[in-house]
């Protein structure tokens, strides 16, 4: 799970190790005690024993390709005549710059959603995916999943179904520097000041905490398309099961309950379409994006505080 994108971090880390050194001019040998070891991390190659690339000794001594900016103050150091654990007392055990500072966060950003899109909805980050794309609301209101299975559903046909999720999903992950940015926030408040090992344990859990963090707010137009959704399932199952209590040997009251719920249904569904045309509207009349945006939340409260008025 997320196997390319995660191969593709561990690629940045040794480019960002190459890079620097070849500004300091340095040998093998120079940089770590077993000049092997540093072929092999130059070369990707993991194994049983170094599954992670670097191993923890190592990193105490690799950070200082981004401590020094010459060779002269590198070689000066003598770091290998020292204990890894002595340089860590000296340097800290945070290695960001070598491992994260190099990273293509909008490649990352774009990846991670291309990944996501083809997960089952039946599965953990489907699920949690789908969930995030109901704040667009003509996806919200064609996602009946959890609604009461006796509530009258329109087929769609899968082609159309489809081109609407993909709109939904470019609707919710535009890749705007702002959508990037959060990316790459979520990000480092997850690794930072970890390793590559945690990299590989904790990915998942760093793609679940991104996710949460787009689901719709409270304010969100997709979002109230599915309440209504949800409210009127329930509303006529409850209806509908009082047929035979109340009304079995009154066909014309049942003729006239009908009637009255077919009305209700058609001005609720009348409702969802007027939230489908003002969330566009106010897409349109917001330059940076749509209203649901961290920095546009305020007004989106007071613009659906009129509407509920």
Known sequence: MFEEIIEKIYKSVIESIKDRKEKLKLKQEEMLKDPK???????????????YLI????????????LCEDKESFINKNIL????????KKNGSNYDEML?????????????????????????FGNLFDETLVDYAPYAN????????????????????????????????????????????TFYEKFSGKTLRELNKEFPDFI??????????AYSFGKR???????????????????GVQYGDIPNEISKKEALLREYIKYNQDQIKKLEEYQKDFYNLNSDGKLADEDDRDFSQYINMLLRD
């Open 225 to 243: 398309v599915y309440e209504i959704h949800n409210y009127l399932s329930g509303f006529v199952a409850y209806w509908q099961s009082l047929d």
């Open 55 to 66: 191993c923890k000794g190592e990193y105490a001594y690799l950070k200082y390709l981004f």
């Open 208 to 217: 679940s905490e991104y996710l949460h963090k787009k689901m719709p707010n």
């Open 81 to 88: 005549s020292d204990k890894p654990e002595n340089h860590i």
């Open 37 to 51: 070891r540093v072929s092999k991390i130059l070369n990707n190659i993991r194994n049983e024993h170094y599954p």
């Open 142 to 185: 064609i996602k009946y999943d959890k609604l009461h299975p006796k509530y009258a559903r329109t087929y769609i046909f899968p082609d159309k179904r489809e081109s609407i999720r993909q709109k939904a999903i470019d609707w919710v992950y535009p890749g705007h520097d702002s959508e990037i940015e959060l990316c790459k926030r």
């Open 100 to 124: 994260w500072g190099h990273i293509n966060w909008e490649t990352m950003f774009k990846d991670v959603i291309t990944e996501l899109s083809k997960f089952d909805t039946s599965e953990e």
